[in-house]
């Protein structure tokens, strides 16, 4: 009998590179990977269609479908991970100089409030930066992947045929998250890469963006795919890392940068498996429930397959 095929999506960069191109492969199964671009568009149909038999997805948004009973099960596998202090604007025209500032202003947030970008930036201007994020009106550009989700009070819709960057530029909109410096637009925090790398020195915040989900019925009718899905995406993440540690990867993307900092600061830049991991999923968990986006915590054995939870690669 031949390999069960699977249809699954998942943006291409280094550390999924060598499973998309079949350099590694599962005992079992076979990915038929699709590309989807903008990569958001697939998080969309995945929650609300479940378009696809595995999925990259930004993590909370997952945690937010799991919360709504969206019939999706994540495996501890990290794909995206970042530095989000550039993900905070404010307009030119705008007379914020300190975070602290936002406090009483409408402040834009580049698409939906539960983009995970959306919740790093928040968490930043929280923990560091001391601002009560109560005391700020978040004003979305567009509405959420999870349909059915019910926003805080403090949360309105941006409203009006002009974008959000166009509102920035004009300066009605005077500050923003999820966005980096444009032309009509400053960082709020200077020097905001060296300060993701600090964050990460000092107090080991090391943001994740996306994972990995399997629909359940999948995952029902085939329980071994979610431990060999995971060994094959953390077989082809360590020899991403393997040659990134070597030198070997000479023209550096963004995503490389971030990747080679962290190598500076930890062995592993991208440890796969809920153990390496669990600081910074329970803080963000933490700031889902503190933001208004979930009103529980749900705990790790609820948002992972069975099989994964003990599992590090």
């Given at each position: 009998m031949g390999k069960r095929i699977l249809s699954a999506?998942?943006?291409?960069?280094?550390?999924?590179?060598?499973?998309?191109?079949?350099?590694?492969?599962?005992?079992?199964?076979?990915?038929?990977?699709?590309?989807?671009?903008?990569?958001?568009k697939a998080f969309r149909r995945m929650v609300r269609e479940g378009a696809y038999d595995i999925?990259?997805?930004a993590l909370t948004t997952y945690v937010t479908a799991k919360a709504y009973g969206?019939?999706?099960?994540?495996?501890?596998?990290?794909?995206?991970?970042?530095?989000?202090?550039?993900?905070i604007v404010a307009s030119q025209k705008s007379d914020i100089s300190t975070p602290k500032e936002l406090e009483g202003r409408r402040v834009g947030v580049k698409r939906g409030y539960t983009v995970t970008t959306g919740v790093w930036a928040r968490a930043i201007l929280a923990e560091?930066?001391?601002?009560?994020?109560?005391?700020?009106?978040?004003v979305r550009s567009d509405d959420e992947h999870v349909p059915d989700w019910r926003?805080?009070?403090?949360?309105?819709?941006?409203?009006?045929?002009?974008?959000?960057?166009?509102?920035?530029?004009r300066g009605d909109i005077p500050a923003a998250v999820g966005l980096t410096a444009d032309d009509g637009t400053r960082p709020l925090i200077a020097d905001?890469?060296?300060?993701?790398?600090?964050?990460?020195?000092?107090?080991g915040f090391y943001p994740i963006n996306h994972l990995v989900v399997i629909r359940d019925d999948i995952l029902d009718a085939a329980p071994d795919?979610?431990?060999?899905?995971?060994?094959?995406?953390?077989?082809?993440?360590?020899?991403?890392?393997e040659d990134l540690r070597a030198g070997r990867i000479s023209d550096l993307t963004a995503v490389d940068r971030v990747h080679h900092a962290a190598l500076e600061v930890m062995d592993d830049p991208l440890p796969y498996g809920i153990a390496p991991n669990l600081a910074v999923l329970e803080n963000?968990?933490?700031?889902?429930?503190?933001?208004?986006?979930?009103?529980?915590?749900?705990p790790m054995e609820g948002l992972f397959a069975p099989t994964t939870l003990d599992r590090v690669g």
């Open positions: 999506v998942s943006r291409t960069q280094g550390n999924n590179r060598a499973l998309k191109a079949g350099d590694i492969r599962l005992p079992d199964f076979q990915l038929d990977f699709e590309d989807v671009n903008p990569l958001p999925s990259e997805m969206a019939a999706l099960t994540a495996i501890p596998v990290f794909l995206v991970r970042g530095f989000h202090h550039q993900a560091e930066c001391g601002v009560d994020l109560g005391k700020v009106t978040w926003p805080p009070a403090n949360v309105e819709d941006l409203g009006g045929q002009e974008s959000l960057e166009e509102r920035l530029v905001a890469f060296q300060a993701g790398v600090s964050a990460l020195t000092s107090r795919l979610a431990g060999q899905l995971f060994d094959a995406f953390a077989a082809s993440k360590r020899a991403y890392v963000l968990m933490r700031h889902a429930v503190s933001q208004g986006i979930i009103d529980a915590p749900i």
